[in-house]
């Protein structure tokens, strides 16, 4: 089911991924969550490494190669 | 141009412990006007005039653009291609790098433009064919509007077929039993239409693509870079100290030229440099001439605009181990233009600061066997 409130960050380059997330998370209010959509290469190499700095990262396949991704602080 | 002057002029001085060495400047194109513009033709005297600076025009484009004339006239010392008994120019490139990267085993160009608009892709079929003539393997990174050079059918009435030219190139290569490496950005070729998702696999696939140019992440390009071969591009170079061992990843300098906002220039330069950063090589970002404007005032993107904001994107990646952030003072300077002071890890850099980053003396930690240099 499609998450109207993700963005869909799908077709960006990881570091691309890497410095919108950055931004997105400095604004962050604690407990609040970033949300939206990725590829699985972009969850491994670019959403998965937040978790070691701090961030709770949770994923969930909602399609093939597409995956709605939620990082809290 | 007259920065260039300065860091040279500069470097040549021997100022600061790093040393120019012989240097050679290349131009062809709208370069070639400099030579004769009356803001930038003293500078070239100057600089011409120096025993270690060698500059070199291509003489088909001088006489293509009428300037032949008064430039063998206008700058002393200045090296015409092409003429009687000479070299082309291309091939005087080519035979130049093979002397400042001893050893190499191919050379390639970064491509930013697209054909037809603009005449660059015919400088680099016209390197290429040159690389491949010398025996070395050409490589081809297609970048920013440079990924339309993919585009299958193209059919100009008037100017040479730039895709076909590929083509032509990449069977001449695997005849010669070299090895053509010819890559477009995935994320310029999504942007534009070349890299389409099939919705039943989930994956993205090459739409209406010549088959000699792969689409590739842009991390895939940048690990070409490790390599110890020179990347040209539609203006670049490469500083390689003589006489050292060539162990290590060539450092790369990205100068951005272009004010924020209005073309992909300042953006795609950031992105390029921040994914090399990340991917271990030695980084540094300069923001010089109009690119100086990406450093004022805040920016403020509008919530219904869909860009990124250079400036945050500078701030959040200041912590990237590799990568350095500088200001070229005397472009902000000239403009009268008031950087934000948000950034406070953009340092200011002089002539003798670009100098001392484009040549580091070899007690310098940042010293590497090579330095390339690419402008956005």
Redesign the interface.
Known sequence: MENTNAKDFS??????L???L??LL?KLSPGDTVAFYA?REQVDNTCSPFSGQGYQVIWTEV????YLVRIGK | MRWLAGVIGTGGGQEHSGDTGNVKIFLTGDALFSLVDARTRPAWATLSRLPSVLVIADGDELRLQGLADPVASGIPGLRITGSANRESFWGELVSSLEKDWPGTRSAAFLLCTSPYMSRVPVYMLRFLTCVLGAGLHPELYCYLDGVHTLHDGQRPSEFENIGKGVSALSGNTVRACRDPWFAACSRCATARGYYQMNPGTGFCEPASCIQDIAIKPLKEILARFSGFHPVASHMGGWTVPAGDGKEGVPALTVFITHPPYCSEWTFGGLSLAIAAAMDGISTNVVFIEDGVYALQGNHDVPDNDRIFNVQEMIAVTTDIGRLSYYVHAPSVADRGVSTTGNLSLVREASDRDLSRILFPAKKDPAFTPAMRMLFF
């Open positions: 077709e960006l380059t990881c570091t691309n890497m410095i919108k950055k931004i400095n590829t399609a093939a190669n597409r």
